[in-house]
C-alpha cells in the first residue's frame, strides 16, 4: 500500500508540472512584405520558374559535371562535415538534457565491517559489527513541478534545431562557392584562350611589319609598337594561366580533393546554366532562410531559458526514495523480513540570493540580443536578394550592349588594319581598336559571369532547397 501512495504521489508531481517561460510569439519580419521595384527590377519577372524552395540543387544545378564536383563536395569538405558533427553534438546534448525528466533507476550494494570498542557499544561489549545491503531506487530525482528542467529541455532542443538549420546553411554556402569557382575557373579559361589568340595575332602583326622594315615600308617605331603588343599579350597569357591555376586550387580545396582535369570546362560555352528560378512576390520565403530559422531557434531557446530563470525564484523538489534489503549478516540478506525502503522529499527555496535576480535580468537581456540578431538576419537577407534582384533585372541588357559594342569594335579593329596596310593610316589607329577591342571582349567575359554566378548567388540567398 505504501509503494502505490509513493507512486501516485510521484505521477502526480510529474505530470502537474507547469512551465514559466513566456509565450512565445513570432516577431514581425522588419523588412517589405513585397521585393523593391524600380528601373532596376522593371526586367525581373517574379511569377516565372520554380521557387528555390521547392527546387533541390540536383534540380537547379543542370551542368553535368558541376554536379559531380559539387556532390564530391558535400561529401568531402570539412566545413561540411563540421558543420554535421556539430548537429550530433547539440542532439546529443539535448538527449541528455532531456533525461534530467525522467527518474534514474539506480542499484546501489554495499558492505561493512567494523569493530566497536564496548565503551560505544550500546550492548557494552566489544566486537565486530557488519552490515550488508542491496538497494533500487530514485537517488535526488529533480520533481519539475515549475517547469525549470523542462525550460532547459525546450533550450537544448531549440539549440540543436538550429545547429541543423545551419547545417543546411552550410550546405547551400557549399553548392553556391562550388558553382561559383567552377564559372569563375571557366571564365578565366576562356580569357585566357583569348589571350592566346591574341598573342597569335599580335605575333602575326609584329612579324608582317617587321618584314615591311626590312624593306622599308614600316618606320621603325611601329616596329617597336607591334613588340610591345607583343609583350602585353604574353603578360596577359601568363597572368591568366596564373588564375586559372589558382581557382583550380580553391575548386580543390572546396571539394576536398583534386579534381580530374576532365570535370572541367574549357570557357564559359561550355557551362549548361542553372535553371530558371523566380523569387516569388512575397518577400515571406526568407523566412524559410536556413539562417534566418536558425536565428528564430536561438530566439526562442532564449525564452526557454527565461522559464528556467523564472523557475529559479520558486522551491526545487527533490526525492530519494529506495526499496531492498538489509542484513547484518551476507548469507540473510536475502531471507524474508528483510526488507527496508527510504522516502526522503527535499525542498529548496531560495531566500537570499542575488544570483537569482542577475540570472533572470540577463535572460531578459539575451532575449532582446537574440531578436535584434534575428531582425539583422532577415535584413541582411533582404538586401542580399534585393542586390542579386538588381543585377539580374539589368544584366541582360548590359549583356546585349556589350555584344553590340564588341561586333563594333572587330570591325573597327579590321579597318583600321586594312587602312593600315593599304598605308591610308598610321599604326596607332590600329593599336587603338585593338585594345578597345581586347578590353570589350574582357568585359563581355565578365558579364557573362555576372549573370551565371548572380543566377547562382539568387538561389542561395533566397534560402535554396531540400536535398
Known sequence: MNKVIIFTFLVFFFITGCSMAPKYTKPQAPIPKQWPEGDAYKNVKKQEGELPTELKWQEFINDKRLQKIIEMALKNNRDLRLAALNVERARAYYNIQRAELLPALDVAAAGSRQRVPYDLSSKKVSGVVEQYSVNLGLLSWEIDFFGRIKSLTDRALEEYLATKEAHQSA???????????????????????????????????????????????????????????????????????????????????????????????????????????????????????????????????????????????????????????????????????????????????????????????????????????YEKTIQTAFKEVADTLAVKGTVDEQLSAQNSLVDAMEKAYQLASARYTKGLDSYLGVLDAQRSLINAQKQLVALKLAKLTNHVRLYAVLGGGSD
Request: overall charge neutral.
Open 171 to 373: 550546405k547551400i554556402t557549399i553548392i553556391a562557392s562550388c558553382a561559383s569557382a567552377y564559372l569563375t575557373y571557366a571564365a578565366d579559361k576562356e580569357n585566357l584562350s583569348n589571350a592566346y589568340a591574341t598573342l597569335k595575332a599580335q605575333q602575326q602583326i609584329y612579324d608582317l611589319i617587321k618584314k615591311r622594315y626590312e624593306v622599308g615600308l614600316a618606320s621603325e617605331l611601329d616596329l617597336y609598337r607591334a613588340q610591345t603588343q607583343v609583350d602585353a599579350a604574353k603578360q596577359e597569357v601568363s597572368t591568366y594561366t596564373q588564375l586559372v591555376a589558382q581557382n583550380e586550387n580553391v575548386l580543390n580545396l572546396i571539394v576536398g580533393e583534386a579534381l580530374d582535369k576532365g570535370l572541367l570546362p574549357e570557357g564559359l560555352k561550355d557551362v549548361v546554366p542553372p535553371k530558371d528560378i523566380s523569387p516569388g512576390l512575397s518577400s515571406e520565403i526568407l523566412l524559410r532562410r536556413p539562417d534566418i530559422m536558425a536565428a528564430e531557434h536561438y530566439l526562442k531557446a532564449v525564452n526557454a531559458m527565461i522559464g528556467a530563470a523564472r523557475a529559479a525564484f520558486f522551491p526545487r523538489i527533490s526525492l530519494t526514495t529506495t526499496m531492498g534489503t538489509a542484513s547484518s549478516e551476507l548469507s540473510r540478506l536475502f531471507r524474508s523480513g528483510q526488507e527496508t525502503w527510504n522516502f526522503s522529499p527535499q525542498i529548496t527555496m531560495p531566500v537570499f540570493d542575488t544570483r537569482v535576480w542577475a540570472a533572470y535580468k540577463a535572460t531578459k537581456v539575451e532575449r532582446e540580443y537574440a531578436l535584434a540578431q
